[in-house]
């Protein structure tokens, strides 16, 4: 799965990448190999009873690292998915919770399965039985192994496992933090499924309040009436899109999906343009937008960022030569194989590293877990301590100044936190934080030459540093 004519695999390739960094930290080899090493993978075959007959199916679940605990990753399903994509994918996962400081390992699953061609309550029984199996091995618990969404999954498959774990272990008042992504009404936390496409946002404004770096990347101003192409408008890639468009006055100029990609020089309404993916099952057929039916081809047009938010290996040695982007923001995990790396590091075009700029997701899933286990729901107790305090500011400032106060403010002032208002702001907060310091590490040392090794060199540092103070046993 390393991509088009790739020699290397998926976890090659992601190995690859954290190897510049460890040779910029010239850390000991046998530290860096301890590091790569994916500590474990189960594999999993199961039957499920499906319309009168048996059929057997597939999973994985690799766990990279366990220097924190649990281990945190999504699990996808996906008609394509391999032990070497899930080990990928638990390596990314170990390097992203470093850098936004999420205290986990590194896990991801994976079940081989077309989810189109089962009805619900077929996608229950069987989601159910891989969540038993899991279980069974502890690569389902509050304390070892928190799975989530990703590819194929949503809020529903994170209720049925939440929902099966509970039933196997009715003691364990903790069950709720087993799994995160699950709806708001079973434990969820406000502003989880947006998470990841909101953090890929947050990243891109943070990026734009460094002018020099703007300029380094042949870029000029800030985000609006920049011109975007964006690849999936699934969960992330719809979240950033829509925000990008509505909020930041960019201007989506593509959006590519399974069927082929639709273009506007004005900008598209993402808003508009979704609500036709979901009524038609793809984006054929948008009004007031060209059509192409190979939608690869359209990766390649001029544009000033291009956010892959679909699979891995979209941008690999076959066509990144032609890339015209300024500026590429990986919003799915590994977009750019390690030849395509190699080849846009030589022409000077600028990545956004996936293991910063999606770690948005389990950002939100780290505050998720958190609530679980404090079993209270954020800002609950100083919401209105938080309002009364707004109101005697309003008041001293209406005696002081006798000036009219602006309705915005007087609202704003007077108003406690939601849950929502306070994940964002921790969302926010994280992703601005992990910004400012990749961009030191790689403003500061002479062997860092791009934001993904500083990326990595972040990770690694604090990854090695957690070994090498407790020791190896
Ligand atoms: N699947 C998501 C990712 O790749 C989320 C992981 C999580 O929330 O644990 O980052």
Known sequence: MGGKGS????????????????????????????????????????PV?????????????AVHSTHRLPAKGGIRFAPIVDQDEVEALAALMTYKCAIVNAPFGGSK??????????????????????????????????????????VGTGEREMAWIADTYKHLHPEDINYAACVTGKPVTHGGIAGRKEATGLGVVFALREFFRHPEDVRAAGLDG??????????????????????????????????????????????????????????????????????????????????????????????????????????IVEAANGPVTFEADEIL??????ILPDAYV????????????????????????????????????????RTITDQPIPDFIRQELARGPSELDLVRSGLDDTMRSAYQELREVYLSNDRVDDLRTAAYVVAIEKIA?????????
Request: hydrophobic share 40%; with cysteine.
């Open 109 to 150: 699953g994976g079940l081989r399965i077309d989810p189109t061609q089962y009805d619900r309550g077929e996608m229950q029984r069987i989601t159910r039985r891989f969540a038993r199996e899991l279980a069974r091995k502890d690569l389902l618990d509050p304390a070892t192994n928190v799975p989530a969404p990703d």
């Open 345 to 350: 590091r030589r022409r000077g075009i600028t």
């Open 222 to 327: 800030g985000l609006g009436d920049k011109q975007v192409i964006v690849q999936g408008l699934g969960n992330v890639g719809y979240h950033a899109a829509r925000v990008l468009d509505e909020q930041d006055n960019a201007r989506i100029i593509a959006v590519i999906e399974r069927d082929g990609a639709v273009c506007n020089e004005a900008g598209l309404s993402i808003e508009r343009l979704h609500q036709h993916l979901c009524e038609h099952g793809g984006v054929k057929g948008f009004p007031d937008a060209i059509y192409h039916e190979e939608g690869a081809g359209v990766l390649e047009m001029p544009c000033d960022i291009l956010i892959p938010a679909a699979l891995e290996a979209q941008i690999h040695e076959g066509n990144a030569e032609r890339i015209q982007a300024r500026l």
């Open 358 to 397: 999606n770690a948005g997701g389990v950002t939100v899933s780290y505050f998720e877990w958190v609530r679980n286990l404090a079993h209270i729901r954020f800002g609950r107790m100083e919401k209105r301590f938080e309002e009364v305090r707004g109101e005697h500011i309003l008041e001293a400032l």
């Open 465 to 473: 540093r957690s070994y090498l103070d407790v020791g190896v046993y």
């Open 49 to 61: 009873e499906i319309r009168g007959r048996l059929e057997v199916f597939t999973g994985w679940r």
């Open 7 to 46: 020699r290397l695999s998926f976890s090659q390739s992601v190995d690859h990448m954290a190897d510049r960094a460890f040779r910029a930290l010239q850390l000991e080899e046998g530290v860096a190999s301890a590091i790569k090493a994916c500590n474990e993978v189960y594999q999993v075959r199961f």
